[in-house]
């Protein structure tokens, strides 16, 4: 899903009453780390941007009142990428999916139930729990081996999950940087697979 751009305007709505010029910095941190939690965005904003101390409590309230925002904008199934939607659909029954994602785990399983695609996936999980952690438990719990394993992601903190569990990437629309060279569509992924 191309949520980007929603999450953004999240982000702007939900700090509305903050400077402008100290929301733009979180806004640009947040296109920079696509990948990270709403939760530790929301502690940057306050402990590195504003200065300020957050308490925890604080910190669940506020990713509660941004999953609102969420949960009413991100329903809207022109927002799904099709290829992507058309990959998964075809190879859910190849290869066990999972997914792990920065965002709030509840607000993407519901999002999921909603547009349909949780059917596709064996487990649905996300934030406060981070990326890295998420993937280790899944190599755990499910005993897959790391050498079979790939983590299909499109932000760098995914390639960063993938890099600490020592399992594959391959970049969705991602662009290249000196780390890595992802893959840019699934068309070419769907070729790399049938050879799996």
């Known amino acids: 899903m ?3 751009p929603i999450r953004h305007k999240g982000f702007e709505l939900l700090f509305a009453n903050h400077p402008f010029e100290k929301v733009n910095i979180l806004l640009k941190y947040h296109e920079e780390n696509g990948g990270l939690s709403r939760y530790h965005k929301i502690r940057y904003f306050y402990e590195n941007i504003l200065d300020l101390s957050i308490s925890e409590e604080e910190v669940i309230e506020h990713a509660s009142r941004f999953s609102e925002i969420m949960r009413r904008e991100l329903i809207n199934p022109s927002l799904l990428i099709s290829d992507a939607v058309e990959f998964i659909k075809a190879n859910h029954k190849r290869f066990p999916m ?4 920065g965002s709030d785990g509840n607000e993407l399983r519901f999002l999921c139930k909603k547009l ?3 059917p ?6 996300g934030s406060p729990t981070p990326k890295i952690t998420l993937v280790n438990d899944l ?3 499910y005993g897959y081996p790391p050498s079979e394993t ?3 992601g499109d932000s760098i903190n995914d390639y960063e999950a993938a ?3 020592n399992i594959r990437f391959l970049g969705y629309r991602f662009f290249t940087s000196q780390k890595t060279e992802g893959i840019n569509q699934l068309e070419e992924m769907s070729q790399l697979l049938k050879y799996c």
Not at 120 to 125: A, K, N, R, V
């Open 163 to 165: 890099e600490q569990n």
């Open 139 to 141: 190599l755990q719990k």
């Open 120 to 125: 596709f996936f064996i487990s649905i999980d």
């Open 2 to 4: 191309d949520s980007m």
């Open 116 to 118: 349909g695609l949780d």
């Open 98 to 101: 999972h997914i792990v994602s």
């Open 150 to 152: 790939v983590l299909v």
